[in-house]
């Protein structure tokens, strides 16, 4: 089983930047789409951004397209999410999450991610 542990969170100003970064440990996570997702208090978890295993298919939600950027390092078992030009309504917690051997498409659904990060917040103030 793959552990995430997602890093890079925290306060930024509206307009601001942030790079989060998810770390993967147990085994190779080379074969997996891995996706971030948020969650902000009294809302649903959302889909963020997906990618596949190679880093050729991406996707975005229509809300951080343009602004938030996904990529992957599997040489060190890493994903990243480069957020700019944060607003408040990005305020919430961002989890990295896994789909084991998914070499089609990257999910965008919640429920087809068979592991997850602990999450880590993100408070964007105005």
């Known amino acids: 089983q793959v552990q995430l542990v997602e890093s890079g969170g925290g306060l930024v100003q509206a307009g601001g930047s942030l790079r989060l970064s998810c770390a993967a440990s147990?085994?190779?996570?080379?074969?997996?789409?891995m996706g971030w997702f948020r969650q902000a208090p009294g809302k649903e978890r959302e889909f963020v951004a997906s990618?596949?295993?190679?880093?050729?298919?991406?996707y975005y939600a229509g809300s951080v397209k343009g602004r938030f950027a996904i990529s992957r390092d599997n040489a060190k078992n890493a994903v990243y999410l480069q957020m700019s030009s944060l607003k408040p309504e990005d305020s919430a917690v961002y989890f990295c999450?896994?789909?084991?051997?998914?070499?089609?498409?990257?999910?965008?659904?919640?429920?087809?991610?068979?592991?997850w990060g602990q999450g880590t917040q993100v408070t964007v103030s105005s």
């Open positions: 147990g085994r190779t996570f080379n074969n997996d789409a």
């Open positions: 999450a896994g789909d084991v051997n998914k070499r089609g498409l990257p999910p965008r659904t919640v429920s087809l991610y068979e592991y």
């Open positions: 990618i596949n295993w190679s880093g050729s298919n991406i």
